[in-house]
């Protein structure tokens, strides 16, 4: 009876359908799916139906019906869902669809790549990995897979092998402009390319910004009241934002118009209070590079600011058509743009002192003095603890609580040097990408290998609960920061929650920005210039308990009392050089 019912319900489908009846025959379609939920057919009659009526997160959802159970349409509905799940990027049902399909062709391009770019969004990094590197082999012309491949390897501190694949394939001469950009952000994590290559990395992908626009000459007048504008994707609890809240709360309203270009459609608490403090708020994220760059003329800006430079989704290609008269690039991005249309960047004597660095920027430096960075808090947030855990454990405990692209295994290395010269430390990792349980042991596995026993480890991923995450730090004695790329967030919440810090100064910004910030602290004492200076630096305040315990109680007031916390001072300072960089530009 139930087979009879069915059959007459797709006659009666196929019927509305020839007749153009399409919601009828919907209607009809999912009662007979009801009647027999085991009828591929129906069920594909189903999935067609919902695609003809733009409801394809519905056909997908069909077409995996089907595939639970064997039918001679169950290769059919495998393919056509992967499809779907790829127009739409429906990454979790794509996986499926994708498992599924490996088990009958498991050289799949589109399968493994789907597999692949699920763990990547899970941050199983190193178990998206052999999938990308299979979906190349049958498809190696395809830049978005060759590009996350080179992401889990970024991602996971191999910042060398990853641009080991990018140079090779760069070399080739069969890449697009996303590859350049991904190169030169990787420059920035390895302690091997030198800072020349490092430099010319950089230019050749400021080229190929500059060949797709040919910049117009842009006249302005000087005006009392000048309009600066900012772009930038991070205007929320964004590292960059902490570090940006002091200028629109400060700027001078009688001197300066702020227009803030929000480029990103992720909001929260920070991006309606930067919205409420700027002059101008504009969504600018489904603008395009051209329609952006012509709302900066039309609105006549006299000074553009890039917030981002080459990381996440940077806007320079606005920067290369001239959008306005002075273009700088400030904050988010730890290495010169490679544009020569950028005219300058914002930095501070110890980040990049004079004769040092300059070679390496196609922009002219514009230093700040007393720093480049004034902080603020976003919001409430834990206390600082008055006992240690140093206290508490009877034991040494040093952290790192950074990003895992900046933990080379070089650096690594010095750290394994400091738990060997203190037996009785133990080391905890917290980061992002530790949540994935095959990078946990390929980490102890490390240790291990150098003569370090996993339990003196502790590997954690990361906490999206601002508290809970600045919690953590009362069982931090002695924070170590990264190299070559220093943290610059990590360790003003590291000082501020009275965990001292210990970095490694190079010859370049990306390598002197925690030289910097303890500078404007007064604690040039904890910046080492050599790699033995940091091990030693590190172990001899783990050997002295009360020195350590003394700096700890100060720690968050001296901060507060710096010119690091300084924000009117800082962003006078700020005005007085956008006024230089104008007068400078116009030939006032």
């Known amino acids: 009876m139930v087979a009879d019912s069915s059959q007459q319900l797709k006659k009666q489908?196929?019927?509305?359908?020839?007749?153009?009846?399409?919601?009828?025959?919907?209607?009809?379609?999912?009662?007979?799916?009801?009647?027999?939920?085991?009828?591929?057919?129906?069920w594909f009659a189903l999935a067609q139906l919902q695609i003809k009526l733009d409801d394809t997160v519905g056909a997908i959802e069909s077409l995996f019906r089907i595939c639970e159970f064997p039918s001679a349409m169950y290769k059919t509905a495998i393919e056509l869902g992967l499809q779907l799940c790829k127009e739409i990027n429906l990454d979790h049902r794509g996986a499926s669809f994708a498992q599924l399909q490996l088990q009958f062709k498991p050289n799949d391009a589109?399968?493994?790549?789907f597999l692949?770019?699920?763990l990547f969004d899970q941050q199983a990094f190193l178990a998206a990995r052999p999938f990308f590197e299979k979906s190349l082999q049958s498809n190696p012309s395809s830049d978005a897979v060759f590009n996350f491949l080179c992401l889990t390897h970024l991602y996971t501190g191999d910042a060398d092998e990853a641009l080991e694949l990018l140079n090779e394939k760069i070399e080739s001469g069969q890449f697009g402009v996303s590859l350049l950009s991904l190169r030169?952000?990787?420059?920035?994590?390895?302690?091997?390319?030198?800072?020349?290559?490092?430099?010319?990395?950089?230019?050749?992908?400021?080229?190929?910004?500059?060949?797709?626009?040919?910049?117009?000459?842009?006249?302005?007048?000087?005006?009392?009241?000048?309009?600066?504008?900012?772009?930038s994707s991070d205007f929320y609890r964004h590292s960059v934002s902490y570090f940006f809240k002091a200028i629109l709360q400060h700027y001078s309203k009688d001197?300066?118009?702020?227009?803030?270009?929000?480029?990103?459609?992720?909001?929260?608490?920070v991006t309606d209070c930067f919205k409420?403090?700027?002059?101008?708020?504009?969504?600018?994220?489904?603008?395009?590079?051209?329609?952006?760059?012509?709302?900066?003329?039309?609105?006549?800006?006299?000074?553009?600011?890039?917030?981002?430079?080459?990381?996440g989704k940077g806007r320079l290609n606005v920067f290369a058509s001239r959008a306005a008269p002075v273009q700088v690039t400030y904050l988010g991005y730890p290495n010169t743009t490679g544009l020569s249309e950028v005219d300058y960047r914002i930095t501070d004597s110890w980040s990049d002192p004079l004769g040092l660095t300059d070679q390496y920027y196609s922009e002219k430096l514009v230093r700040l003095d007393g720093g480049f960075l004034c902080y603020s808090q976003l919001e409430s947030v834990t206390q600082v603890k008055q006992h240690t855990h140093l206290q508490s454990q009877g034991r040494i405990c040093f952290g790192s609580f950074n990003s895992f692209l900046k933990l080379t295994k070089e650096h690594m290395r010095l750290w394994v040097k400091i738990l060997n010269a203190v037996p009785n430390a133990t080391l905890l990792i917290k980061t992002k990408p530790l949540v994935e349980g095959l990078l946990r042991d390929r980490v102890k596995a490390f240790f291990e290998s150098n003569g370090i026993a996993s339990g003196r480890l502790d590997l954690r991923g990361w906490s999206d609960n601002v508290n809970a995450h600045l919690s953590v730090y009362d069982e931090v004695d002695i924070h170590l920061d990264s190299f070559p790329y220093n943290g610059t967030t990590t360790t003003v919440e590291s000082l501020r929650q009275g965990v001292p810090v210990i970095t490694l100064k190079g010859?370049?910004?990306?390598?002197?920005?925690?030289?910097?910030?303890?500078?404007?602290?007064?604690?040039?004492k904890l910046v080492a210039s050599t790699e033995?200076?940091?091990?030693?630096?590190?172990?001899?305040?783990?050997?002295?308990?009360?020195?350590?315990?003394?700096?700890?109680?100060?720690?968050?007031?001296?901060?507060?009392?710096?010119?690091?916390?300084?924000?009117?001072?800082?962003?006078?300072?700020?005005?007085?050089?956008?006024?230089?960089?104008?007068k400078q530009k116009m030939g006032a």
Not at 256 to 262: A, D, L
């Open 13 to 42: 489908i196929a019927q509305l359908v020839e007749s153009k009846r399409y919601h009828k025959a919907l209607e009809l379609a999912r009662k007979a799916v009801t009647v027999d939920a085991s009828d591929a057919e129906v």
């Open 110 to 113: 589109q399968a493994n790549y």
């Open 532 to 582: 033995d200076q940091y091990v030693s630096l590190a172990v001899q305040l783990a050997e002295d308990p009360e020195a350590l315990q003394e700096l700890k109680e100060t720690l968050r007031e001296r901060v507060n009392d710096s010119l690091l916390m300084e924000p009117i001072a800082f962003t006078r300072k700020l005005e007085t050089a956008f006024d230089f960089m104008l």
């Open 255 to 269: 001197r300066f118009e702020i227009y803030c270009y929000q480029d990103n459609n992720k909001s929260d608490e």
């Open 507 to 524: 010859d370049s910004h990306r390598s002197r920005v925690g030289y910097s910030l303890l500078s404007q602290v007064g604690l040039k």
């Open 276 to 311: 409420q403090m700027s002059d101008h708020w504009i969504e600018s994220c489904d603008m395009s590079d051209q329609g952006l760059a012509e709302h900066v003329r039309n609105v006549g800006i006299d000074i553009l600011v890039d917030l981002v430079g080459h990381f």
């Open 116 to 118: 692949g770019k699920y």
């Open 184 to 231: 030169a952000v990787a420059s920035n994590y390895s302690s091997r390319v030198s800072d020349s290559d490092v430099f010319r990395y950089h230019k050749e992908l400021g080229a190929s910004y500059s060949k797709r626009f040919a910049p117009l000459s842009i006249k302005t007048q000087l005006k009392k009241r000048k309009k600066i504008a900012f772009v």
